[in-house]
């Protein structure tokens, strides 16, 4: 085994989103090991891509410091026994490294994190990274009936109705706008009122101006097309009455939030809805626009 | 006219279910109106069969809620208060709420 000296190991286990991740420096004989196992392998196998942005278990990252070694950049990742880095893309000699490095009993149980950290870890160790879809009863409702011809859109939010619809202040405090928007703020969000410019009329103009002072864009072209970015939404208006809206979901079709009642993914011949320009709207006859909701950017209020 | 679904403060008040991004309305009524629809609650039978289910989008059924915190509900036939379910055939109930809403406050609903 080639002995390092002089280095310092330092380990980050990338596994939190909000709370900093547990790191660990490792120095003389467990650092010496841990290089050792660490060591890339000739050995032919499939190299899945490095791992993305997810929530959960990301790999172990690791920084060198002092005098760098040959074979190994001075950071580098480990996922899923793979060690991705600089000119570095392949096996670690040791397969069983990371159930050894984050069990309780290996490096990383002396930061006394405890058994419930440890088994929560290898949890998410063990799952593979989210492929998306992963939807309620109705989500794979609508796929059963019919999901397939539309394009799934991975940006947009889950249909989730629960979640909203529970008998109480989430559901009677927000209404369509904040549904489409996914953004609860329990004041039954009026287009254009968080930035002091609130339609003044019920009309399509009027309304999409307000939602644009909102930070909504306005994509008058989507044609029912996902954005590469943020989720799509409709816009339409009983004129001079109320304005409503909808929003598209994850497998392509649409839901929406009348007032204070329950969220829904029917229109009112209860039919799904793959395109709210063609969904019975009953008095909202004007479609007024698809937008574009970017999440974060939005404030609505 | 109030915008919350509570009761006015020592009165009766009617609200339809109509809107989607503004509130929905409520608006005080006489007490003699609100005492005639509590006499015609008493007199209506009770409810049997399926439910009509009010549409997701526009006029959704209207309510009446008592000085003492009881309230109905009313949507085509059915008329509700607590668990209590009753048939009114000539929507009486409903019509005479409707009918109390002061101009411009609700969009036109056919009943």
Same mark, same amino acid.
Do not use: E, N, Q, T
């Given at each position: 085994m080639e002995v390092l000296r002089g280095m310092a190991l330092i380990v980050t286990v990338d596994v939190f989103s909000g709370r900093p991740n547990p790191v660990l420096v490792l120095e003389g004989r467990e650092e010496q090991e841990t290089l050792a196992r660490l060591r890339p392998s000739r050995q032919p196998v499939k190299i899945p891509s490095a791992p993305e942005s997810f929530l959960g278990y990301r790999g172990l990252r690791f920084e060198l410091t002092g005098r760098a070694r040959a074979n190994l950049p001075p950071a580098f990742r480990i996922y899923d026994g793979v060690l991705f880095g600089e000119d570095l893309r392949a096996p670690a000699s040791d397969p069983g490294f990371e159930a050894w490095f984050t069990s309780q009993g290996g490096p990383l149980g002396r930061l006394g994190l405890g058994r419930a950290f440890h088994e929560r870890l290898e949890a998410w160790r063990m799952r593979k990274p989210p492929e998306g879809g992963d939807g309620d009863d109705d989500d794979r409702r609508e796929r059963q009936e019919g999901h397939g011809k539309r394009g799934r859109c991975e940006c947009a939010p889950m249909y989730e109705p629960a979640w909203w619809n529970d008998g109480g202040q989430r559901q009677w405090n927000n209404n369509c706008y904040n549904y489409s928007t996914n953004y609860r703020s329990d004041t039954f969000a009026q287009p254009g009122l968080a930035s002091g410019a609130m339609y003044a009329t019920l009309s399509c103009k009027d309304v999409r101006a307000g939602a644009v002072a909102d930070d909504l864009i306005a994509e008058p072209k989507a044609n029912n097309r996902c954005p590469k970015e943020g989720h799509l939404v409709a816009l339409v208006v009983a004129p001079g009455y109320d304005f409503h809206w909808y929003r598209k979901g994850r497998t392509g079709y649409w839901s929406h939030k009348p007032g204070g009642t329950q969220a829904t993914n029917r229109d009112n011949s209860g039919n799904l809805i793959p395109d709210p320009r063609t969904a019975d709207r009953g008095p909202y006859v004007d479609f007024c626009t698809f937008m574009v909701v970017m999440h974060g950017h939005i404030k609505i209020a | 006219m109030g915008t919350s679904r509570s009761p006015e403060t020592g009165g009766w008040t009617a609200g339809a279910s109509v809107y989607s991004g503004r509130r929905d309305p409520t608006w005080p009524i006489p007490v003699e109106l609100g005492f005639r629809l509590e006499r015609l609650w008493n007199q209506l039978p009770p409810w049997s069969g399926a439910r009509p289910r009010p549409p997701p989008l526009g006029y959704r059924g209207c309510s009446l809620v008592a000085p003492d915190g009881r309230e109905w509900t009313a949507f085509q036939e059915l008329v509700i208060q607590a668990v209590d379910a009753r048939r009114d055939r000539d929507r009486e109930f409903e019509r005479l709420v409707i009918a109390?809403? *002061? *101009?411009?406050?609700? *969009?036109p609903i056919s009943l």
């Open positions: - | 109390s809403a *002061p *101009p411009g406050i609700l *969009p």
